[in-house]
T-cell receptor
């Protein structure tokens, strides 16, 4: 089934540790995005990539980094996790930047203690 | 600062009733207004969307009403069903970025 695969599904992490959330899509979409979802705050864009080899900052990029080495993969890295990064993280993609439809993955729930 | 304001935060509706969720924005550069539906443990999925040159769009039991002058848009779910119980997000697009509302948790009671 075509779509977005995120891993891990859930993770508990000690503060200060490094963590990479993985995202892979098989739809050959050019644009990919990382959002975090927090109760009362909705979905907020962390970083995005319009095409392989390029990345950009969203609304809440601090403490996060991304890379886009190829079309399919868009990992999100927390270099030194802090408790405020406890959230549910969603990867999304669209066939072109700003296209009408975002396709989301099932999410990765991250708890930083 | 929230670019798109959404209300209510939660909503309980009887089966067969009408569910109404409201959103408001300030930035006139927004050019596309989708609604996403999210079930527990799943990612959001596009439900219905509207462009600002249209005042209403209907797809089955779901209708978006759009008031450009008031910078407001709303989702109406007619004949609400227990299967509609989910979290709903409005959003607005500017350039290649979407800005989401804070979400509304809808519960439809049988």
């Amino acid at each position: 089934i075509a779509g977005i695969t995120q891993a891990p599904t859930s993770q508990i992490l000690a503060a200060g540790r490094r963590m990479t959330l993985r995202c892979t899509q098989d739809m050959r979409h050019n644009a990919m995005y990382w959002y975090r979802q927090d109760l009362g705050l909705g979905l907020r864009l962390i970083h995005y990539s319009n095409t392989a080899g390029t990345t950009g900052k969203g609304e809440v990029p601090d403490g996060y980094s991304v890379s886009r080495a190829n079309t399919d993969d868009f990992p999100l890295t927390l270099a030194s996790a802090v408790p405020s990064q406890t959230s549910v993280y969603f990867c999304a993609s669209s066939d072109s930047p700003g296209a009408n439809v975002l396709t989301f993955g099932a999410g990765s729930r991250l708890t930083v203690l | 600062q929230q670019q798109v304001k959404q209300s209510p935060q939660s909503l309980i509706v009887q089966k067969g009733g009408i569910s109404i969720i409201n959103c408001a924005y300030e930035n006139t550069a927004f050019d596309y207004f989708p609604w996403y539906q999210q079930f527990p443990g799943k990612g959001p999925a596009l439900l219905i969307a509207i462009r600002p040159d249209v005042s209403e769009k209907k797809e089955g039991r779901f209708t978006i009403s759009f008031n450009k002058s008031a910078k407001q848009f709303s989702l109406h779910i007619m004949d609400s069903q227990p299967g509609d119980s989910a979290t709903y997000f409005c959003a607005a697009r500017m350039g290649n970025q979407f800005y989401f509302g804070t979400g509304t948790s809808l519960t439809v009671i049988p």
